[in-house]
């Protein structure tokens, strides 16, 4: 029977928080709750870094510490190591964005190789994670999408990024280390699915090594699971998927609007969930093909996974089910759920304060936006304070 009073528990979720950690947390959710703040001090922030002002410092002691890792990975060690304390597991996400040139591809390359090769021999790190557009032109992915012919020199850029997928999977292959790809943006992501299916017939033939991403905010990717389910049975290869609600909405409905096209967007939030919580349903029905990560914030999405895995007999251990919330964010979702002994993640970004400040920007804008996210954390934050006064 699944306890529904779960993730009120907020000793637990805030176990590792000092009392000066929580006065942070606090008041960074109430700063993120005020979208006039969150939108003056966004702009203050990329004027100081732009003018080369001092500020990195005051970003690492407050944003930057709460939602990220460190600079390297080395600086995220203390981290991952205080984490695994309690269950939770960690995947290093390398938080740079807007890169464009062919060697910036290749430093993130190297990059994810690194991270592989430092979460082999450790337990708390079993996952690594990179952006499909950190190994290659968005435009490019675009025009494959688009069905465009490329040049001759596109199609040898192609044929670059198609070796930096795989040799990013090869390794993970060999050092038993799982890869999840994130979801991009729709008018790109054909390419992207075409690309990582190729790796998960590669790499997912005995275990499941090489995960998709399902932003399940489009109306359509439920049937794109059912199509490649069938084509994976047919191949002989597993499936690995992460789920997700999604991160482009506005964007995705405001290029629609433009273009002329209907959205790929679900048309209200019941219809999101319902799509999330079908998928989920989908995959937890026929694991001994799919494996998942469940990358969600949602309370009611965890406990439906929770009750389909005690309905269908899925041990809370068993690896091919994970679930995954974002470092700074959710505490009481994580850490319960790793006390009752389920697989859980937490993404924890990292790179250079002033390269990583877009990553933080977008986190707090996203959060602005869903109001009940962020009154969630400051009721829970709110209550741990008072139990710890008590």
Request: charged fraction near 30%; charge should be negative; aromatic fraction near 10%.
């Amino acid at each position: 029977m699944i306890n529904r009073s779960l993730f009120e528990n907020t000793g637990t979720a805030f176990t590792l928080k000092s009392d000066s950690e929580l006065e942070r947390a606090y008041f960074l959710f109430k700063m993120i709750s005020s979208e006039p703040l969150v939108r003056i001090g966004t702009a203050v922030t990329n004027f100081a870094l732009k003018a080369h002002l001092p500020v990195e410092k005051l970003i690492r002691a407050t944003v930057f510490d709460h939602f990220c890792g460190g600079v390297n990975e080395e600086d995220c060690l203390p981290v991952i190591d205080k984490l695994y304390t309690e269950g939770v597991s960690s995947v290093l996400d390398y938080s740079v964005e807007g890169k464009a040139e062919e060697n910036q591809f290749d430093n993130a390359l190297e990059k994810i190789l690194k991270i592989i090769r430092f979460c082999d021999d450790r337990e708390a790190m079993p996952i690594v994670v990179f952006k499909p557009s950190g190994f290659g032109r968005f435009l490019l992915y675009q025009k494959k999408t688009e069905g465009v012919a490329l040049t001759t020199e596109e199609d040898a850029e192609w044929g670059r990024i198609i070796n930096r997928f795989d040799t990013v999977c090869k390794l993970a292959k060999e050092k038993d280390v799982e890869v999840l790809i994130d979801g991009e943006e729709s008018w790109m992501q054909d390419a992207a699915d075409d690309l990582v299916e190729e790796m998960m017939r590669r790499y997912n033939k005995d275990v499941t090594i090489v995960y998709n991403t399902l932003q399940l905010y489009r109306w359509d990717r439920l049937d794109y699971l059912k199509d490649l389910h069938q084509r994976a049975k047919e191949s002989g290869f597993k499936i690995g998927m992460k789920i997700v609600r999604g991160a482009y909405m506005e964007k995705e409905r405001d290029r629609a609007l433009e273009k002329g096209y209907d959205s790929p967007i679900c048309e209200n939030k019941k219809a999101t969930d319902d799509n999330f919580n079908d998928a989920l349903n989908y995959i937890l029905n026929n694991l001994k093909d799919i494996s998942v990560f469940i990358g969600t914030h949602n309370e009611a999405s965890c406990f439906l996974a929770m009750e389909l895995m005690e309905a269908h007999n899925i041990a809370k251990q068993d690896n091919n089910v994970w679930f995954g919330q974002l470092y700074g964010m959710s505490d009481h979702i994580s850490f319960n759920l790793a006390a009752q002994g389920y697989n859980v993640a937490k993404y924890i970004p990292f790179g250079p304060v002033k390269d990583v400040m877009p990553y933080l920007i977008r986190r707090a804008e996203e959060n602005t936006s869903v109001s009940g996210q962020t009154s969630r954390e400051l009721t829970l934050l709110k209550t741990e304070k008072r139990r710890r006064k008590l």
